[in-house]
């Protein structure tokens, strides 16, 4: 009782800290702090039994550190020798350490045969052993939120807000999530039988696939590498990931911090393994073996990723971006839907699979939402993000990235969009790439903006008449991954939401989904298909196999005399009247199946 006590005492604590926090600090303290707080309580509940990890961080991820060496071009492949990748910072182009080579298929063949001998032993670990290696990362990420942060925006050039929305508090949700409810989810499923199985019991298992793989994008390089890694291992497999090469630098460190705590505990470090390099690389990973492979992309890539998986028919999951919408209704609450849309606009300089990418307004409130986005937009601040605190870092793939935004901005203006903020490309002091706070008004559906993912930082906003048009609006456009409906009459509002085709839809919300880790995440149309997160993600880490037994020792299925091979004349008739029996309409027609199945059997 004294520990119940004592454990309601910190928590009550921990909560008055995070409110003091939010009152004192501003926006990226108090988010770096609650996590803190609530997460550094969970890991109250499971004692102080876990073992503790250090781990050196890179030189760059030092608030103090300063490069002497910066890029002579901004892009990947190394000027000197091309199969290389420079890591630079993207929002500076200081190098960050040497160029690294692109891994051979030898070397990626290599991989997955030591992450395969590994998953042998790993398989017979309990889910005990396999909550303790995750909630030692859980206290490892609680406890260098910062670094881990500063690492990301150094190789993304996204602000520390970022990082911590996308890469610190989604990673440790999903933590707990699998900690808390991954075992039930996976634990043997017992269904029902049918009267002619009745002496059975039925039951669907979750076993191991063996060696997963996963082809994940830059733009969260932490909680993408750590997401797939979280739910693999915990199902009992081992996994290979082909880090984007925009990311080499960050993700060669974020694997070292899993393989330190498996090590930790006595597992074997090459149950998860990164590998590096260009397109043959992902190829190379495709054709080694694995059992299942995960895809985070383009349509573009991704249906060349498939094409690639039929050769040998492994099962892919794809998860192909969006151009989500959010329909904003006249009855909203309208400050909240302002805070929101700029977040799920802005966040990550607009980098983000499920970002609000269109803002379908009701005609009735458009002018107002107009003139306030305006004002807002306008002074969103736009920098190196570890330079100063800024609204908006860089643009993670460089100028490719921004000629692309430009096209299409230039291309709305043309066809009758009004520009009324940014909208064009720009460095900072003469360094990095970045693309300017954008709003674009007035956007039809028939745009090209209205119908490419833009992954940048710009507001495009719609006008509808009506709820219907607000619903063919959205549904017009080829992707389906996320959406939202912004109205307090939430009948309303589960109407519209019905009429969406989407994989997801958060009502007065956005995004919200992701950070609700019971849910599976992934989309329609082009936006992919099959899920990961929730308990079907993490099934579908899994091999599902069907499993009957004998629910009574003594009572187990035999062959009738009749359909015994060979099989006697009456044999057809048998079967018939067993239908009948089983199926027939009514007692009568039962009753008549009875009957001559008797009969069949003493004509046999």
């Not at 803190?36 to 781990?55: E, H, N, P, Q």
């Not at 076993?207 to 009992?236: D, E, R, T």
């Not at 605190?389 to 901005?409: F, H, P, S, W, Y």
């Not at 509808?464 to 017009?476: G, P």
């Amino acid at each position: 009782m004294e520990n119940l006590q004592e454990l309601a005492h910190q928590q009550l604590q921990h909560c008055a800290d995070l409110l003091a926090v939010c009152r004192e600090n501003p926006v990226p303290t108090a988010v770096a702090a609650g996590t803190a707080v609530l997460l550094g309580s969970w890991s109250t509940l499971f004692g102080s039994s876990r073992k503790r990890v250090t781990i050196n961080f890179p030189k760059a991820a030092d608030p103090s550190w300063t490069s002497t060496r910066f890029v002579s071009e901004q892009v990947l492949p190394d000027p000197a020798d091309p199969s290389r990748i420079q890591c630079f910072d993207k929002s500076t182009g200081a190098v960050l350490q040497d160029s690294v080579p692109s891994m051979s298929e030898a070397d990626v063949k290599g991989a997955v045969a030591r992450a395969r001998a590994a998953q042998q032993e790993w398989v017979k670990s309990s889910y005990w052993q396999r909550k303790q290696v995750l909630l030692t990362l859980l206290d490892f990420v609680v406890e260098n939120q910062d670094a881990i942060c500063r690492v990301a925006s150094r190789d993304t050039g996204k602000t520390m807000v970022d990082g911590a929305f996308g890469e610190i508090l989604t990673t440790c949700e999903k933590i707990r999530w699998v900690v808390e409810h991954g075992e039930a989810a996976l634990k043997p499923e017992y269904r029902d039988v049918g009267p002619l199985t009745v002496h059975k019991t039925a039951r669907v298992e979750y076993q191991p696939l063996g060696v997963l793989a996963a082809l994940v994008s830059w733009n969260y390089p932490f909680h993408n590498l750590l997401g797939q890694i979280i739910s693999a291992i915990f199902a009992g497999n081992a996994i290979v990931v082909k880090v984007s090469e925009y990311v080499t630098w960050s993700s060669q460190f974020y694997i070292t911090i899993v393989q330190k705590i498996l090590a930790t505990y006595g597992h074997s470090p090459d149950l998860v393994q990164i590998v590096v390099g260009f397109a043959p690389t992902g190829v190379a990973l495709i054709n080694s073996g694995i059992d299942k492979l995960t895809f985070i992309g383009s349509p573009q890539v991704g249906k060349l990723v498939m094409a690639e998986a039929a050769k040998t028919l492994t099962p892919v999951v794809l998860e192909l971006g969006g151009k989500d919408a959010a329909i904003v209704c006249e009855d909203c609450d309208f400050n909240q839907v302002v805070g929101l849309t700029l977040r799920g606009t802005f966040q990550n300089c607009g980098q983000n699979c499920i970002g609000l990418e269109r803002l379908v307004v009701l005609e009735p409130i458009y002018d107002k939402f107009v003139a306030v986005m305006q004002e807002r937009v306008t002074r969103l601040s736009q920098g190196a993000p570890l330079e100063g605190n800024v609204d908006c870092g860089a643009m993670t793939m460089g100028a490719r990235a921004t000629k692309e935004i430009q096209a299409l901005v230039e291309a709305s203006v043309r066809q009758g969009a009004r520009l009324l903020a940014g909208g064009h490309a720009v460095t900072r002091n003469g360094k990095g790439t970045f693309f300017e706070p954008t709003l674009l008004v007035d956007v039809t559906p028939e745009m090209d903006i209205a119908r490419n993912e833009v992954f940048g930082p710009v507001m495009v906003i719609l006008k509808a008449k009506n709820d219907a048009d607000a619903q063919r609006i959205v549904n017009a456009s080829e992707y389906g991954l996320g959406s939202s409906v912004f109205s307090l009459n939430y009948a309303r509002a589960e109407r519209i939401a019905a009429g969406i085709r989407a994989g997801m839809c958060n009502i007065n919300d956005f995004g919200i989904n992701y950070l609700c880790q019971s849910l599976p995440f992934g989309g329609v149309k082009i936006s992919g298909f099959d899920r990961f997160a929730g308990v079907e993600g993490l099934r579908g880490c899994c091999l599902l196999r069907a499993v009957t037994s004998d629910r009574f020792p003594l009572v187990r299925t035999t062959i009738p005399g009749p359909l015994q091979y060979p099989i006697k004349t009456g044999g057809a008739a048998f079967c018939q009247a067993l239908v009948q029996m089983m199926y027939g309409n009514g007692l009568l027609q039962r009753a008549k199946g009875l009957f001559n199945l008797a009969a069949a059997g003493l004509k046999s």
